[in-house]
């Protein structure tokens, strides 16, 4: 997601943790479990006979649920990637199953491979991460997005600058702003949070001027503010999500091409329309001086 993780840099050889967050199984859109109208079921050898396992890691307002307060696997029935992960079990002629684990352990590949079929959880696709996971091809455009106040004028980088900045802890928005690896991008008033339930209460709270996350993760929570947050400016960072299939498991041959699928027949885009609230691409990009 959205997320940048130290741990994937600094474990090696870590130890695989089993499986113990909460568990939801739920069918397909519509109650079915059989093959979309796309085409024949595939052969998905899932990890569980006749369920689709998935990982993801909550909150994740509008990609798991609605709201930021959504963090019960049994009470979420909603999202751009609950839908996905739906549709993904119908195409293999399978029920859906998730359950909620640690984001940290997920992109340090920690969560034992042999334990599910796929991750969705708003990850994004780095380098660092892909040595110790195996990731989809990209299938969610992110760039990060800066929500704040309604009224807070924030136009240029001198305007970033003059601001209290929340960011959620292993996250690239962390990395991007707070460790100074990224030419120019080091904001100096910033605050980092364990998870965005706190960075969101904070910024309510007046305790920080704005959240960096990645856009469409603030855009929802705009969306929800009843008026109160927009989000006023974006930085160009290319970063995509992708699914995350656990190391050599050979599942990302299987659904690779499943989720191309549903970006060719236009499927992620009406996710994306239905719950986000706005569009990522009429969110201005603010300039970050290099020099």
């Given at each position: 997601m959205k997320k940048y993780s130290y741990a994937a840099l600094a474990i090696a050889g870590a130890v695989l943790i089993s499986a113990c967050g909460s568990s939801k199984s739920t069918t397909s859109p519509g109650g079915t479990t059989a093959a979309t109208s796309a085409g024949?079921?595939?052969?998905?050898?899932?990890?569980?006979?006749?369920?689709?396992?998935?990982?993801?890691?909550?909150?994740?307002?509008?990609?798991?649920?609605?709201?930021?307060?959504?963090?019960?696997?049994?009470?979420?029935?909603?999202?751009?990637?609950?839908?996905?992960?739906?549709?993904?079990?119908?195409?293999?002629?399978?029920?859906?199953?998730?359950?909620?684990?640690?984001?940290?352990?997920?992109?340090?590949?920690?969560?034992?491979?042999?334990?599910?079929?796929?991750?969705?959880?708003?990850?994004?696709?780095?380098?660092?991460?892909?040595?110790?996971?195996?990731?989809?091809?990209?299938?969610?455009?992110?760039?990060?997005?800066?929500?704040?106040?309604k009224g807070t004028t924030v136009k240029t980088w001198d305007d970033v600058k003059k601001l209290t900045v929340g960011v959620q802890a292993s996250t690239t928005a962390e990395y991007y702003f707070t460790s100074g690896e990224k030419k120019g991008w080091k904001l100096d008033n910033t605050k980092v949070f364990p998870d965005l339930s706190s960075a969101y209460a904070a910024l309510n709270a007046g305790q920080v001027d704005g959240i960096i996350i990645d856009t469409p993760i603030n855009l929802g929570q705009a969306s929800q503010s009843g008026g109160k947050l927009e989000v006023v400016g974006q930085f160009k960072t290319g970063e995509e999500y992708g699914a995350i299939y656990g190391k050599g498991n050979g599942k990302k041959a299987i659904f690779d091409p499943i989720l191309q699928g549903f970006i060719d027949d236009g499927t992620m885009n009406k996710l994306i329309a239905k719950y986000l609230g706005g569009d990522p691409s009429t969110v201005p990009f603010i300039d970050v001086p290099t020099s």
């Open positions: 024949a079921v595939v052969d998905c050898k899932p990890v569980k006979a006749g369920t689709l396992s998935v990982v993801t890691s909550l909150p994740g307002p509008n990609f798991w649920g609605t709201t930021n307060a959504e963090v019960d696997p049994d009470k979420i029935k909603s999202g751009i990637e609950y839908d996905l992960a739906n549709l993904i079990a119908a195409k293999c002629g399978l029920k859906m199953s998730f359950r909620n684990e640690s984001f940290d352990a997920l992109v340090a590949g920690q969560v034992a491979a042999d334990s599910y079929d796929i991750s969705l959880s708003q990850v994004t696709i780095t380098t660092d991460r892909a040595k110790v996971v195996d990731f989809s091809q990209g299938y969610f455009k992110s760039d990060q997005g800066l929500l704040v106040k």
